[in-house]
């Protein structure tokens, strides 16, 4: 499989168990508004460019964050956000079967990351954070 294939399969699959909680009108906005990223995110990829991976990585990142600082209020947030670190995890592991330039290519941060001279070492440290290089 292409890694567009298997990134999409992973993100389908944490979409239909998203779906899957309850009816909208009983999930909070938390689960609502992660729901409506993901989607943003699996509609921005299907055009394949590099760009629109970088924001599924961005995506990666930033709920990564907001559920790494916050509590599950409730059964559906607990089951949202497990199936996110699923998803994550998944992720990790397709990336992680890149080389560092497909990696820097795929994701779109090739130009970026060539581009930072060895001063901004902790720039260049971000992006290889963000790919899974470290």
């Known amino acids: 499989m292409s890694y567009h294939k298997d990134i999409k399969k992973c993100l389908d699959i944490h979409i239909h168990k998203l779906e899957s909680l309850a009816p909208e ?11 409506e990223q993901t989607e943003k995110v699996l509609n921005n990829i299907s055009r394949q ?10 995506y990666l990142d930033n709920e990564g964050r907001r559920f790494g ?28 079967g890149m080389t560092k330039n497909e990696r820097l290519y795929f994701f779109g941060y090739l130009e970026e990351y060539e581009n ?3 001063k901004h070492r902790s720039d260049k440290e971000k992006i290889e954070l963000k790919l899974f290089m470290k």
Request: charged share 35%; hydrophobic share 35%.
């Open 25 to 35: 009108k009983q999930l909070s906005e938390k689960v609502i508004g992660h729901f």
């Open 69 to 96: 600082w916050s509590y599950p209020e409730d059964k559906n947030e607990e089951a949202c956000e497990a199936s996110f670190w699923r998803l994550k995890d998944s992720i990790k592991e397709i990336i992680q």
């Open 116 to 118: 930072l001279n060895s």
């Open 49 to 58: 460019r590099p760009e629109d991976y970088r924001l599924l990585i961005e």
